[in-house]
Protein backbone atom coordinates (compact mmCIF):
# COMPACT_ATOMS: atom_id res chain seq x y z
CA UNK A 1 0.00 0.00 0.00
CA UNK A 2 1.69 3.56 -0.96
CA UNK A 3 0.70 5.80 1.15
CA UNK A 4 -1.10 9.60 0.61
CA UNK A 5 1.93 10.97 2.68
CA UNK A 6 4.90 9.69 0.51
CA UNK A 7 2.42 11.30 -3.05
CA UNK A 8 5.07 14.19 -4.66
CA UNK A 9 1.63 17.04 -3.90
CA UNK A 10 1.81 16.36 -0.36
CA UNK A 11 5.99 16.31 -0.56
CA UNK A 12 5.57 19.56 -2.05
CA UNK A 13 2.91 20.80 0.68
CA UNK A 14 5.29 19.52 3.08
CA UNK A 15 8.42 21.29 1.78
CA UNK A 16 6.58 24.69 0.96
CA UNK A 17 5.32 24.84 4.71
CA UNK A 18 8.76 24.41 6.11
CA UNK A 19 10.35 26.96 3.76
CA UNK A 20 7.02 29.26 4.32
CA UNK A 21 6.93 29.23 7.84
CA UNK A 22 10.72 28.96 8.82
CA UNK A 23 12.09 31.50 6.15
CA UNK A 24 10.25 33.03 3.80
CA UNK A 25 7.54 34.57 6.08
CA UNK A 26 9.99 36.46 7.80
CA UNK A 27 12.19 37.40 5.08
CA UNK A 28 9.03 38.25 3.21
CA UNK A 29 5.58 39.08 5.35
CA UNK A 30 3.00 39.56 3.74
CA UNK A 31 -0.17 38.27 1.67
CA UNK A 32 1.26 35.59 0.01
CA UNK A 33 3.56 34.03 2.45
CA UNK A 34 0.54 34.12 4.93
CA UNK A 35 -2.12 32.40 2.42
CA UNK A 36 0.76 30.26 1.58
CA UNK A 37 0.88 28.12 4.83
CA UNK A 38 -3.33 28.12 4.93
CA UNK A 39 -3.13 26.68 1.49
CA UNK A 40 0.00 23.72 2.29
CA UNK A 41 -1.43 22.43 5.37
CA UNK A 42 -5.04 22.44 4.40
CA UNK A 43 -3.38 20.24 1.71
CA UNK A 44 -0.96 18.19 4.24
CA UNK A 45 -3.65 18.17 7.56
CA UNK A 46 -5.73 15.46 5.89
CA UNK A 47 -3.36 13.71 4.14
CA UNK A 48 -1.54 13.06 7.52
CA UNK A 49 -4.83 12.24 9.01
CA UNK A 50 -5.57 9.83 6.05
CA UNK A 51 -2.30 8.16 6.48
CA UNK A 52 -2.31 7.79 10.39
CA UNK A 53 -5.75 6.10 10.20
CA UNK A 54 -4.61 3.77 7.19
CA UNK A 55 -1.03 2.92 9.54
CA UNK A 56 -3.71 2.00 12.25
CA UNK A 57 -6.22 0.47 10.67
CA UNK A 58 -3.31 -1.79 7.85
CA UNK A 59 -5.37 -0.80 5.14
CA UNK A 60 -5.82 1.89 2.41
CA UNK A 61 -9.14 4.17 2.80
CA UNK A 62 -11.83 4.73 -0.09
CA UNK A 63 -11.95 8.30 -1.24
CA UNK A 64 -15.70 8.34 0.58
CA UNK A 65 -13.81 8.13 4.15
CA UNK A 66 -11.18 10.78 2.65
CA UNK A 67 -14.08 13.27 1.87
CA UNK A 68 -15.37 12.66 5.41
CA UNK A 69 -11.49 13.68 6.60
CA UNK A 70 -11.68 16.57 4.49
CA UNK A 71 -14.72 17.67 5.21
CA UNK A 72 -13.80 17.29 9.29
CA UNK A 73 -10.55 19.43 8.84
CA UNK A 74 -12.55 22.20 6.78
CA UNK A 75 -15.06 22.51 9.52
CA UNK A 76 -12.60 22.65 12.13
CA UNK A 77 -10.25 25.39 9.83
CA UNK A 78 -13.63 27.64 9.27
CA UNK A 79 -14.27 27.11 13.23
CA UNK A 80 -10.91 28.41 14.09
CA UNK A 81 -10.78 31.12 11.66
CA UNK A 82 -14.37 33.00 12.25
CA UNK A 83 -15.45 31.53 15.63
CA UNK A 84 -13.72 33.27 18.48
CA UNK A 85 -14.38 30.28 21.09
CA UNK A 86 -12.66 27.76 18.63
CA UNK A 87 -9.58 29.59 18.37
CA UNK A 88 -8.76 29.80 21.59
CA UNK A 89 -9.38 26.17 21.92
CA UNK A 90 -6.83 26.00 19.29
CA UNK A 91 -4.36 27.90 20.79
CA UNK A 92 -4.98 26.33 24.27
CA UNK A 93 -4.55 22.55 23.05
CA UNK A 94 -2.19 23.24 20.63
CA UNK A 95 0.36 24.92 23.23
CA UNK A 96 -0.46 21.44 25.30
CA UNK A 97 0.65 19.48 22.47
CA UNK A 98 3.43 21.55 22.13
CA UNK A 99 4.61 21.56 25.56
CA UNK A 100 6.68 17.94 25.25
CA UNK A 101 8.43 19.14 22.28
CA UNK A 102 9.29 22.33 24.25
CA UNK A 103 10.61 20.87 27.44
CA UNK A 104 12.98 18.09 25.25
CA UNK A 105 14.24 21.58 23.35
CA UNK A 106 14.75 22.66 26.86
CA UNK A 107 16.64 19.70 28.00
CA UNK A 108 18.83 19.52 25.44
CA UNK A 109 20.37 23.07 26.91
CA UNK A 110 20.83 21.65 29.93
CA UNK A 111 23.38 19.35 28.61
CA UNK A 112 25.42 22.31 27.17
CA UNK A 113 28.01 23.00 29.50
CA UNK A 114 27.75 25.68 32.18
CA UNK A 115 23.96 26.36 31.61
CA UNK A 116 20.76 25.32 33.35
CA UNK A 117 17.40 26.21 31.89
CA UNK A 118 14.12 25.13 33.75
CA UNK A 119 11.36 23.68 31.80
CA UNK A 120 9.05 26.08 30.23
CA UNK A 121 5.57 26.22 31.33
CA UNK A 122 2.86 25.27 28.84
CA UNK A 123 1.80 28.22 26.94
CA UNK A 124 -0.95 29.17 24.20
CA UNK A 125 0.36 29.21 20.71
CA UNK A 126 0.02 31.85 18.58
CA UNK A 127 -2.72 32.16 16.06
CA UNK A 128 -4.15 34.63 12.88
CA UNK A 129 -7.42 34.45 13.38
CA UNK A 130 -8.34 35.75 9.80
CA UNK A 131 -12.03 34.58 7.45
CA UNK A 132 -9.93 35.82 4.52
CA UNK A 133 -8.33 32.24 5.09
CA UNK A 134 -11.33 30.76 4.01
CA UNK A 135 -9.96 31.22 0.38
CA UNK A 136 -7.48 28.41 0.80
CA UNK A 137 -10.45 25.89 1.95
CA UNK A 138 -10.98 24.02 -1.35
CA UNK A 139 -7.55 22.65 -1.16
CA UNK A 140 -8.75 20.02 2.13
CA UNK A 141 -10.46 18.21 -0.74
CA UNK A 142 -7.01 17.48 -2.83
CA UNK A 143 -6.90 13.99 -0.31
CA UNK A 144 -9.92 12.60 -1.97
CA UNK A 145 -8.42 13.23 -5.09
CA UNK A 146 -5.34 11.57 -4.46
CA UNK A 147 -7.32 8.59 -2.96
CA UNK A 148 -9.28 8.44 -5.59
CA UNK A 149 -6.51 8.37 -8.33
CA UNK A 150 -4.85 5.89 -5.84
CA UNK A 151 -7.65 3.50 -6.23
CA UNK A 152 -8.27 4.18 -10.00
CA UNK A 153 -4.19 2.93 -10.22
CA UNK A 154 -5.01 -0.38 -7.95
CA UNK A 155 -8.22 -1.26 -10.37
Do not use: Q
Not at 19 to 39: E, I, Y
Not at 112 to 131: E, W
Amino acid sequence: MRSLAAHPVSLAALAALIVNDHWAKARWPGLVTGKLSDFAGLILTPVVLVASIELVARRPLGARAALAVAVCVGAVFALVKTWVPAAELYRECWGWLAHPIDVVYAMAHWLAPATFVTAPPPHRVSLARDPTDLVALPCVFVVVALARARADARA
